[in-house]
């Protein structure tokens, strides 16, 4: 019973970082419409800066000085954030605010890398809150008790701002219907930065009240994130007292996890949250989300038309091309046009889901990664041939695709992104703790190609027809009465319905496809690189591919191609420098802000404008 | 005190107002009337530049507004009503109305929460209901009321008598004649015209994005076969 209650008020203190943290994201996605990917780096950055501000101010009065003057500072660099990165975005489709703050991910990483150094760092105690009080026979640390205490103030405060003031009153109008708030004399800008203020200053605070648990390191910004988005799933998309609630379950059942089954761990939290969901889709507290249309603001989407006869002999010149690269290229450049191609074919499977059935999955990288480990499990476990694990590695993926697409897809927008995240996670958590299968963190290795397949010139070949192909055949699908319905069914599900579409199961198949194809290039990929490691299933992984896609230009067909080439040929020059992570961030966000409509859009405006190509007929 | 010379407005690549002028004088209540499509919504967001003319311009005071953000134009005195009502339904009435209020102006009445409420009785009685709980006439009051808290010396209405029970639309003539008796300009467009007729004594009639007649009722009933073809189904 005194192990019992004490594991309880653990939970219960963990909840109360958890809590803020979510808090301030639910906050912002209310008001602003934007999933905050950088938000977890808020939090990260407010250890740090907590830290710092702790060795410099003394005794009680400084340690909490120190917490509150860190979610000032952190705040305030939400708001440098928000001007600089967001202002210029908010007109963009939706879903490029995403990569911008992936961008900012990247370079708060590095600049806590340059400022703090690679080591982990221990958080200081708390002044006069060191010991433990024993409960039952059972320690419990004092500062778990003050925290448990202080959450629920930090709750009612936050409760009272947005319940009783004006400027409370402001942000729940402003999540309903922003344009009228602004039609009525609020300038919504300045309320978007207040509101990025207090999200970030919030996640500033969740930060630094964690140190003397947890301390600072350079991961909690991916670790924390996956977190977050659970507890804000959970709890219901904006609600306040559902973050609260969810907070404490999800860090109450991580505590007792630890304890019964420790094996469980990762995986417990995305269990939750998928049986919450399939019982309540929008959260315990959270009400239905009136789907906006993500990615698809802004401009009519052009119809897309099958490439004329210039078109595809451009593009055989090109498949030719790469076909020579062997021949008269480097070994390194042949090795590394591979990984381009297995890219690409990822990206594109993406870019079907993301430009053509209008279903933004945060988690494409499940079905990359679960081809990888189907490939590679087969040989390991099974002695499989290479022939066969290829076969059975897009197979393999489809059918996880076909799993997670059934439940995923009982929701929509961004609780539907947030489902495929959780799914991936949950893949990836099963990978990373399943040792005896998968290998767990040291992977799969020794998984080459037979000898036949084995010089890097024949393996070349195989990839280029099986990524080409693959390619080729999503964009067939395209063309075809199914990607006809896809697009109906993205553009408007009731009139698609209407003329007797079933959206569901067209989506459904699309998201198998989809999942197939990167499945695909997850087997190449291991008989590329000869191993596979847990990090092919995170959250990286599958925000690579979204950059991607966002970058290409969600709503041209080749978006996804040109954008793989160009991302795996940038990052495989920019990962050569120490403060990559920096430039790659920065180079996001250039992007972002200056070709709004991605590498392709921008090129065909640009190409319009100089007479090149023909622009759309006017008229409609 | 409003006007609208020679706008042009589009949605994405539709052409829906075409080189529209329009003027409103101070203290008139001017109706715009036209049939389904004409182009009064679109003109009154126009006005309001939550659709930005691409050409043309829009002076309000004297003062060029075109492509100012609409939360400059309304703090400049304009106040709009939307045909949609646009409640914030999570919010209670008083809410509601908390959100529309900005600073007493120099030359406008200064509107209070208990002004309003003897303006339209209905309201105060459910002063703590969310505003999705309120009947459609009711929304309409509480819009009316929640634009009126910017204490705008120019009302834009739009369709303030759609779909609402016919004995509340008595009630909602009143209130504008009482708005224009204390010296509020309004520019209504509406497409019931007994209501128009009710409560305003000059009319834009608009047709495909255009006006064709501007002037008092007056001197449109003494042409009713001029009337009938632009208002008549």
Redesign the interface.
């Given at each position: 019973m005194g192990l019992f209650i004490a594991q309880l008020l653990t939970g219960l203190a963990n909840a109360g970082a958890l809590f803020m943290v979510a808090s301030g994201l639910s906050l912002i996605f209310g008001v602003t419409r934007i999933v905050n990917f950088a938000h977890g780096s808020f939090y990260m950055l407010g250890a740090y800066v907590g830290y710092t501000l702790m060795q410099v101010l003394p005794g009680a009065f400084g340690f909490w000085g120190a917490i509150l003057l860190t979610g000032i500072i952190v705040g305030l660099v939400g708001v440098i954030v928000e001007i600089v990165v967001l202002r210029p975005v908010y007109r963009a489709p939706e879903l490029f605010q995403l990569v911008a703050t992936f961008g900012v991910i990247l370079v708060i990483q590095d600049l806590a890398l340059m400022i703090w150094g690679p080591q982990d760092l221990l958080g200081p105690r708390a002044p006069g809150l060191k010991g433990v009080v024993r409960i039952l026979g059972e320690p419990v640390p004092k500062y778990d008790l003050a925290l448990i205490g202080i959450t629920p103030f930090v709750a009612l405060a936050l409760w009272w701002l947005i319940a009783r003031t004006?400027v409370g009153?402001?942000v729940?109008?402003a999540?309903?219907?922003r344009?009228?708030?602004?039609?009525?004399?609020?300038?919504?800008s300045w309320l978007f930065t207040g509101v990025f203020f207090l999200g970030c200053a919030l996640a500033g605070l969740g930060g630094a009240v964690q140190l003397p648990k947890g301390g600072a390191d350079l991961l909690m910004d991916f670790n924390i994130l996956a977190s977050i988005f659970v507890v804000v799933v959970i709890g219901g998309m904006g609600s306040l007292p559902g973050a609260y609630l969810a907070a404490v379950l999800v860090s109450v059942l991580n505590v007792f996890g630890v304890t019964y089954l420790p094996q469980s761990t990762l995986v417990l939290m995305f269990v939750v949250m998928a049986l919450v969901l399939m019982i309540r889709p929008y959260g315990l507290l959270g009400r239905e989300e009136v789907a906006g249309d993500p990615g698809q603001s802004g401009?009519?989407e052009r119809p897309i038309k099958p490439a004329g006869a210039r078109v595809r002999l451009i593009v055989a010149a090109g498949i030719a091309l790469l076909a020579l690269v062997p021949l008269i290229a480097p070994p390194f450049a042949t090795v590394l046009v591979t990984d381009i191609l297995i890219f690409c074919l990822f990206a594109a499977s993406l870019h079907f889901l993301l430009g053509l059935g209008g279903l933004v999955s945060f988690g494409h990288a499940a079905f990359f990664g679960g081809g990888a480990y189907t490939a590679a499990l087969l040989v390991a476990h099974a002695d499989s041939p290479m022939e066969l694990a290829l076969l059975l590695a897009p197979l393999g993926a489809g059918l996880l695709a076909l799993i997670i697409g059934w439940i995923c897809l009982r929701l929509t927008g961004v609780y539907f992104a947030m489902l495929t995240l959780a799914f991936a996670q949950l893949l990836w958590s099963l990978v990373y703790q399943w040792g005896d299968v998968t290998g767990g963190d040291d992977g799969l290795v020794d998984i080459w190609p037979p000898d036949w397949a084995s010089s890097s010139t024949v393996f070349f070949y195989l990839a280029l027809v099986l990524c080409v192909g693959g390619i080729l055949a999503l964009r067939h699908a395209a063309h075809a009465p199914f990607g006809y319905a896809l697009r109906a069914a993205r553009d408007s599900k009731r009139q698609a319905e209407a003329t007797g579409i079933d959206t569901r199961a067209v989506q459904w198949g699309a998201f198998a496809l989809a999942g197939a194809m990167a499945g695909l290039a997850g087997g190449l990929f291991v008989f590329a690189k000869g191993s596979v490691f847990p990090n092919e299933l995170e959250i990286t992984r599958s925000f690579d591919a979204l950059i991607v896609v966002f970058l290409g230009g969600v709503k041209t067909l080749s978006g996804g191609v040109v954008g793989g080439a160009v991302f795996e040929s940038v990052k495989d020059v920019l990962t050569r420098f120490e403060y990559w992570r920096l430039a790659l961030g920065l180079t996001i966000i250039a992007v972002v802000i200056l070709a709004p409509e991605g590498i392709v859009g921008s090129l065909r405006r640009l190409g319009e404008r100089l007479g090149l190509l023909r622009a759309p007929e006017?008229?409609? | 005190m409003l006007d609208v010379m020679q706008i042009n407005s589009f949605y994405g690549k539709a052409h829906v107002l075409r080189d529209l002028s329009l003027s409103v004088t101070t203290g008139q209540v001017v109706a715009l009337l036209g049939r389904n499509g004409a182009g009064k919504t679109t003109t009154l967001k126009s006005i309001m530049q939550l659709v930005v003319p691409r050409s043309g311009q829009v002076r309000f005071n004297g003062t060029d507004i075109t492509g100012w953000p609409a939360h400059r134009v309304a703090r400049a005195g304009l106040g709009y009503v939307p045909e949609d009502r646009r409640i914030f339904g999570d919010l209670s009435v008083l809410e509601n109305l908390e959100v529309g209020r900005q600073p007493p102006r120099q030359g406008t009445a200064t509107w209070s929460q208990d002004a309003l409420f003897d303006l339209f009785p209905n309201l105060a009685e459910r002063r703590r209901n969310r505003g999705r709980d309120l009947s459609g006439g009711e929304q309409q009051m509480l819009s009316i009321a929640r634009t009126l808290m910017g204490n705008p010396s120019c009302l834009l209405l739009d369709e303030p008598s759609e779909g609402i029970a016919p004995v509340i639309i008595e009630d909602m003539a009143r209130a504008i004649v009482q708005l224009r008796d204390q010296g509020l300009t309004v520019l209504l467009s509406e497409q019931n015209l007994h209501f128009a007729r009710a409560v305003s004594s000059h009319a834009v009639i608009l047709d495909r994005g255009t006006t064709r007649y501007s002037g008092s009722f007056a001197d449109l009933d003494a042409d009713p076969e001029f009337r009938d073809a632009w208002l008549s189904v």
């Open positions: 004006r009153i402001l729940r109008a999540t309903q219907d344009e009228m708030v602004g039609a009525l004399g609020v300038n919504q401009e009519p006017d008229g409609s | -």
